[in-house]
C-alpha cells in the first residue's frame, strides 16, 4: 500500500472533476464509512473535486458548494454523503451544533472543506486531499491518515481512468 503521499499535477477543472471521479470508484461503498478531508484556499478546487466524486456514486441534479447551508446530504445507492463546508464557522463548538454526529455510521462517506475549523469535532480525516495553485493550474496532494486511508489511496493509484490527467500517479 501507498505509504507516502501521492502528488499530481490537476492542469484544469476537467482534471479536477476526473480526481473526484477516481476517488469515488477507488472508494468502496459497505465496507465502512470514511472521511475526506479538502484542504485549500478558496477557489482551489474543493468544491470542483467533490461534485466529480458524487456525481460518480450517482448523484444527479444541483451539487453546491455548502457555503452557505454549510451540510448538504446526499444518498446515491442507499448511502449517505456529507458534504459540509466549515469555511465561516469560528470553531468546534459551532461544528457541535451541525449534529454531524447524528449521521455518521457504517456507510457514511463524510466530504469536509476547511476541516482546521471542526477542531476535535469531526471525526479524523482517513484521506487528506490538499489543493494548491500552481501557476495557471493547481495541484493536489492525497496523503493516507488510517488504514482504511491507505487502502483508498491504493486503490486510486491503480485507477488507469486517471492517466490522461495524471500521468505520474501511476
Known amino acids: 500500500m501507498p505509504e507516502s503521499p501521492i502528488e499530481l499535477p490537476l492542469p484544469d477543472a476537467t482534471a479536477t472533476e476526473a ?29 470542483t473535486c467533490v461534485r466529480g466524486l458524487l456525481r460518480t456514486l450517482g448523484v444527479g441534479g444541483a451539487i453546491r458548494s455548502p457555503t452557505y447551508t454549510l451540510v448538504e446530504a446526499y444518498s446515491p445507492g442507499g448511502m449517505t454523503c456529507l458534504h459540509v463546508d466549515l469555511y465561516r464557522l469560528q470553531g468546534p463548538p459551532e461544528v457541535d451544533e451541525l449534529g454531524l454526529r447524528d449521521y455518521l455510521g457504517a ?10 475549523k471542526g477542531g476535535g ?18 495541484g493536489a496532494r ?10 483508498w489511496l491504493q486503490m486510486l493509484s491503480s485507477d488507469t481512468r486517471l492517466t ?5 500517479l501511476t
Open 19 to 47: 480526481l473526484g471521479a477516481a476517488l469515488a470508484r477507488a472508494y468502496r461503498a459497505g465496507s465502512g464509512g470514511a472521511t475526506l478531508y479538502l484542504h485549500g484556499e478558496l477557489g482551489a478546487g474543493k468544491t
Open 107 to 116: 456507510d457514511c462517506l463524510l466530504l469536509v472543506e476547511w476541516p482546521e
Open 121 to 138: 469535532a469531526l471525526p479524523p480525516a482517513d484521506l487528506d486531499l490538499i489543493l494548491t495553485y500552481q501557476g495557471d493550474s493547481r
Open 142 to 151: 492525497l496523503a493516507a491518515a488510517t488504514p482504511r486511508g491507505r487502502s
Open 164 to 168: 490522461p490527467y495524471l500521468s505520474n
